[in-house]
């Protein structure tokens, strides 16, 4: 056998000498295989570099659930949810858990809710907002107009993936800009942008940057004055990916939802409060007749006729499989109960954060469960948000700093999503290790204040 080598394109593991000892090439599917066990190890050592799921409080995705629930997901691993004849039951449960959200989401008891689970809400935000291109473009046909400049309305508030549906699916973007101010769209800001060309306005219920929630019901009402004056009949999609499992249950009276008329769609990921692993996200449509049909595809060659809307063919069932068993284990007294405890760590944090007396809190957690902070001193420089993040990084935490987007990016914000594992104590932590923090970022600033001037040239001793 070979001896060890080690370069920086190969991984040669000490340890595995034990079982073998050759070098692994890194960037090439080695020659030969290795025992199992060793992989194993292998995989597992690499990702001890990763930060620890619990502590990053920059992803709003869930990253614990029961033993049960984790049971259930390793019996169906080897289940590709778009065998739909083969899996008929799975099949199933797929259309119950739409329906489920549907109603969660107060469809009228008329309509049909259908839609799709998807990868996550990008995907879901893609395939709402191409029903909505579809649908413009065949009230514009039976108008015997033009159909070629769709738009989209939205605030720069909203997640990356709605530039990316308009970019991939060719739509103009009109983004109605933040003001320092104020961080969510305006009713103004729609009533500015909208046109007989506008496919749709997107509506942020919880957004990335503050966990904010756009006046719906208020654009709602401009989009039904538009309506009565110009004759445009332009739907909402509400983007709940964060929001959508939580407002139902801290907010219940906040009509945001399909008790809005306008609307149309919406999409929530359920790997977010959905208290589902990734990756799974919903597109819900009020009734059947708001996804046109041509969208659907009838596919035969697996067997059977199965009718399919997305981007994706075969993928994993075990996240909607979980999200039925979360369905069916918590009701909706126990999503009420969880995200009533989220809440109230969430405030917890809040006010421990507040009575260090540095920080503003942008956003409102009573909407959801984020804490975005700001210097409350203008006079403080803006990176100190940025070395914060670094130094709680040494502790394990992972809270990300970042700018507003236009207008309002000269404010930059550290931000700490709250999720079921953060616990009374774990907030409790993280509040001394932010005041830690904060004291280090301040130590370090008074020894590297540059010396007072004297008036010797610079460089000579
Ligand atoms: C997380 C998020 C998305 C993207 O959702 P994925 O499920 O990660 O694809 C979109 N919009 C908002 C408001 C989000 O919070």
Not at 29 to 39: R, S, T, Y
Request: glycine share 6%.
């Amino acid at each position: 056998m070979k001896p060890i080598r080690q370069t920086d394109a190969e991984l040669a593991p000490t340890y595995a000498s034990r079982d073998f000892a050759r070098s692994i090439p890194r960037d090439r599917v080695p020659h030969e295989g290795m025992p199992a066990d060793v992989a194993a190890r292998l995989v597992r050592d690499e990702l001890l570099l990763d930060g620890n799921p619990a502590l990053n409080l920059a992803s709003f995705v869930t990253t614990w659930m029961e033993p049960e629930a984790d049971r259930l997901a390793m019996e169906v691993l080897n289940k590709n949810l778009i065998d739909q004849d083969e899996y008929p039951q799975t099949d199933e449960i797929h259309r119950r858990v739409v329906s489920m959200i549907g109603r969660l989401f107060h469809a009228p008891d008329d309509a049909t809710p259908v839609g799709t689970c998807t990868v996550g809400s990008s995907e879901a935000i893609m395939l709402g907002l191409l029903a909505h291109k579809w649908a413009w473009r065949k009230r514009r046909a039976a108008q015997g107009l033009p159909a070629d400049r769709p738009n989209v309305v939205f605030g720069a508030d909203v997640h990356t993936c709605w530039e990316k549906f308009t970019r991939y699916f060719d739509v103009e973007a009109r983004v109605a800009p933040l003001s320092p101010d104020c961080h969510v769209l305006t009713p103004e800001g729609v009533a500015e942008r909208v046109d007989e060309n506008t496919i749709a306005v997107g509506c942020v219920l919880g957004t990335t940057f503050t966990g904010q929630i756009d006046p719906i019901g208020a654009i709602a009402a401009l989009l039904d004055r538009v309506r009565q004056r110009q004759g445009w009949d332009i739907p909402i999609h509400v983007d709940a990916a964060s929001g959508g499992f939580v407002v139902p249950f801290a907010d219940p009276d906040l009509a945001w939802d399909f008790r809005l008329e306008r609307v149309r769609s919406i999409n929530v990921s359920n790997h977010k409060f959905g208290l589902v692993y990734p990756g799974i996200g919903t597109v819900v449509f009020r009734d059947a007749s708001d996804l046109p049909e041509e969208l659907v595809f009838k596919i035969s060659y697996l067997g059977g006729e199965m009718s399919n809307y997305s981007l994706n063919f075969s993928r994993a069932s075990a996240p909607v499989l979980l999200q039925y068993y979360n369905f069916l284990r918590l009701g909706m007294s126990g999503y009420a109960r969880i995200v009533g405890n989220i809440m109230d760590n969430a405030q917890y944090l809040q006010e421990r954060i507040d009575a260090l007396g540095r920080f503003r809190h942008l956003g409102d957690t009573r909407a959801i469960p984020v804490v975005a902070l700001t210097l409350a001193d203008p006079s403080e420089p803006p990176e100190t948000l940025d070395l914060l993040s670094e130094t709680l990084r040494e502790r394990g935490w992972i809270v990300p700093a970042y700018p507003l987007p236009a207008n309002a990016q000269e404010i930059r914000v550290l931000r700490a999503v709250v999720r079921e594992n953060f616990s009374r104590d774990l907030a409790e932590l993280f509040a001394r290790d932010l005041e830690a923090a904060l004291a280090k970022v301040d130590r370090l600033r008074t020894v590297h204040r540059p010396p007072v001037s004297d008036d010797r040239p610079h460089g000579v001793c």
